[in-house]
T-cell receptor, first 113, second 114 residues
Framework: SAVISQKPSRDICQRGTSLTIQCQVD?????MFWYRQQPGQSLTLIAT?????????ESGFVIDKFPISRPNLTFSTLTVSNMSPEDSSIYLC??????????FGPGTRLLVL | AQSVAQPEDQVNVAEGNPLTVKCTYS??????LFWYVQYPNRGLQFLLK??????LVKGSYGFEAEFNKSQTSFHLKKPSALVSDSALYFC????????????FGTGTRLQVFP
């Protein structure tokens, strides 16, 4: 398994500002992902964070709004840019290790006012 | 395209009774199937997975799930529910060999009453 930490665990932000969320894994992993869980909803994949190259975004998510970095095999950041109240969600980092199992971080709870 | 359906928003069961949380899936190839649990204000915890082999898989906390290819189902079960099992349960699928994406169902809230 993998131990995943995220910072911050929660934040309250003003609309129009940006927030960068950090994800740290205790071991090197090939695949890292970012998910969003809107209030009362399921998880939606935002993008796959690729080490050394640009992230791969899902339909409905764009790099200008959700820039992602992945400088090495244990760390990634997701920025939520120019925030609006609709961005209030839980943002989860996820990694895949070993034989297909995907693990999730504790999440970052974001409230945009 | 792959998809997952969890037909029940909520399942209520009395403590000590068996529980079932339903999941059906759709993929073009062979599936990898997973169950996760989310407790209030917590991230997702991995419960169990089906990759290949025995159709009945056992996981954490006494949970098990049965893969049924003909019915494209992967229902989560536990013989005797505990109040502490009350949480939000998510089924997820990945289309083996075709994608790296793990797709989630809408979730089922399990409420176990004392």
């Amino acid at each position: 398994s993998a131990v995943i930490s995220q910072k911050p665990s929660r934040d309250i932000c003003q609309r129009g500002t940006s927030l960068t969320i950090q994800c740290q894994v205790d071991s090197q992993v090939t695949m890292m992902f970012w998910y969003r869980q809107q209030p009362g909803q399921s998880l939606t994949l935002i993008a796959t964070a690729n080490q050394g190259s640009e992230a791969t975004y899902e339909s409905g998510f764009v790099i200008d709004k959700f820039p992602i970095s992945r400088p090495n095999l244990t760390f990634s950041t997701l920025t939520v840019s120019n925030m609006s109240p609709e961005d209030s969600s839980i943002y989860l980092c996820s990694v895949r290790t070993g034989r297909e199992t995907q693990y999730f971080g504790p999440g970052t709870r974001l409230l945009v006012l | 395209a792959q998809s997952v359906a969890q037909p029940e928003d909520q399942v209520n069961v009395a403590e000590g009774n068996p529980l079932t949380v339903k999941c059906t899936y759709s993929v073009s190839g062979n599936p990898y199937l997973f169950w996760y649990v989310q407790y209030p204000n917590r991230g997702l915890q991995f419960l169990l997975k089906y990759i290949t082999g025995d159709n009945l898989v056992k996981g954490s906390y006494g949970f098990e799930a049965e893969f049924n290819k003909s019915q494209t189902s992967f229902h989560l079960k536990k013989p005797s529910a505990l109040v502490s099992d009350s949480a939000l349960y998510f089924c997820a699928v990945r289309d083996r060999g075709n994608t790296d994406k793990l797709i989630f169902g809408t979730g089922t809230r399990l409420q176990v009453f004392p």
